[in-house]
């Protein structure tokens, strides 16, 4: 069908992104907003605003009702939820079906399978993806002290249901699990209404790498390459690149062709990305699939020079994708995370007025943000204001490119990651590519920067 108008279901960064590319494609942007985010980029830039509640999350951005009268009020064809909030939840996928809006990403049944971790790992064994070893199911206390004497220390225990480090502890040895046990299943029950845990061998000295990929819904796939994702901090994301220095050619063709087979089995429609763990001796182990667009997808764009955003459109409008098979990558580019935090302070939010905002110029600097000056950064949502994303011909090229392009941004008003980040591309682990995601804790005495 040929799309018209989209409510682009989200805020801040990502709602500015999908109204970008909807205006690149001739389509109309809807944006909505909380009282909070009256004044905020998004609103400007759309071609109409729809006000959906007060500041709390709950009570606007994730209202199903709310979204969904603005959608059908101001007459959409199609609804993006861009990343976070509802973007990966099949109930709202389907209620937008119902209210004849497209939703642009996968089908509700294909949200739900790789929503469930366990379901997830069932239907991409079943496509020949090499999984890590652990429960086949949702584990019990004693299930889990059963699996950790069959198959050893460290265990991670995790939510069956969400992701992004919330329900997840790391258990060292048997006088730890039940506590962890019981602090995981509370986390998980608080966070996703299930606190049902698995449990899968902790795997040790690990790189975190992800596959993006593009599917018709119909079993034709275009995969895009991998990002590393190693350097995080409590599993949270702060640095991201591509190609990843991890990766041999053999290894990456090997990574992509199991997630292709993984998608071509879903028939999965729209953006994705597969996650692996890579250990020590190059062997890949399934982790999860994101079934939306993900915050770090402007490093595959510089890579590949594909637009991911306008990819899902058009798959979303019935047009298919660019090509299928393996996209050409060209180049390194690497993406910081700039937070609203405080790393010397335990990396405490910072919401607050923006007093100057100058980003980055320059070839190959690409800023997604946004902020302007004197935006007042509001205490309700996540803490992410700007993506600093850069490319060059080559992996040193591009180290140096992102320094000098934090070295030009000027953001005050608020502390920010900004030196974090500077220390984390100059330091020499960082700049050997032989990290893991052990990297912050390690070396964090050695960045100069206060205790996290």
């Not at 992102?402 to 920010?416: F, N, S, V």
Request: charged share 25%; aromatic share 6%.
């Amino acid at each position: 069908m040929k799309l018209r108008r989209v409510l682009v279901a989200n805020r801040g960064e990502v709602a500015v992104r999908i109204v970008r590319a909807c205006h690149e494609l001739g389509l109309e942007a809807v944006a909505v907003y909380s009282t909070a985010d009256r004044d905020s980029l998004h609103v400007r830039l759309a071609d109409h605003a729809v006000h959906i509640g007060p500041p709390p999350a709950q009570q606007s951005y994730l209202s199903i009702p709310s979204l969904i009268a603005a959608g059908t009020t101001t007459g959409c064809d199609a609804v993006h939820p861009g990343w976070g909030f509802l973007a990966e939840n099949a109930g709202f996928a389907r209620a937008c079906e119902d209210n004849d809006l497209v939703f642009v990403g996968p089908a509700p049944e294909t949200i739900e399978t790789m929503g469930d971790k366990i379901r997830a790992k069932t239907t991409v064994a079943e496509a020949g993806v090499p999984l890590v070893p652990g429960s086949d199911g949702p584990a019990t206390l004693d299930g889990a002290r059963a699996l950790g004497r069959e198959i050893g220390y460290p265990l991670l225990l995790k939510a069956a249901s969400g992701g992004g480090g919330r329900g997840m502890r790391l258990v060292g040895d048997p006088g730890e699990i039940e506590a962890a046990y019981r602090m995981a299943s509370a986390e998980a029950e608080s966070a996703f209404s299930d606190g049902s845990l698995y449990v899968e061998k902790a795997v040790v000295g690990a790189r975190h790498v992800e596959i993006q990929v593009l599917g018709d819904g119909e079993g034709g796939v275009l995969t895009l390459g991998e990002r590393d994702c190693s350097i995080q901090r409590r599993h949270q994301k702060l640095v991201e690149e591509a190609p990843s220095p991890a990766l041999t050619p053999e290894l990456r063709e090997e990574m992509e062709a199991a997630a292709a087979r993984a998608v071509e089995t879903l028939r999965y429609r729209g953006a994705g990305t597969i996650e692996f763990l890579v250990d020590a001796d190059r062997r890949f182990y399934f982790i999860e699939m994101n079934t939306r667009l993900q915050v770090e997808h402007p490093v595959t764009e510089l890579l590949t020079g594909i637009d991911l955003a306008q990819a899902q459109l058009r798959v979303a409008a019935g047009e298919g994708l660019p090509r299928t098979g393996r996209a050409e990558l060209r180049g390194h580019a690497i993406e910081l995370r700039i937070n609203a935090e405080d790393p010397t302070h335990d990396f405490r939010p910072a919401p607050g007025a923006v007093t100057r905002f100058r980003p980055p110029l320059g070839p190959g600097v690409r800023v997604d943000t946004h902020v302007f000056e004197g935006y007042v950064i509001p205490p309700f949502y996540d803490s992410l204001i700007a993506k600093v994303i850069v490319w060059a011909d080559d992996r040193p090229g591009a180290i140096a490119r992102a320094r000098r392009a934090l070295a030009e941004l000027e953001l005050d008003g608020i502390p920010t990651t900004r030196e974090l980040h500077l220390a984390i591309l100059a330091s020499d682990g960082f700049r050997s590519g032989d990290y893991t995601t052990g990297f912050l804790a390690e070396s964090w005495a050695g960045l100069g920067l206060a205790a996290a």
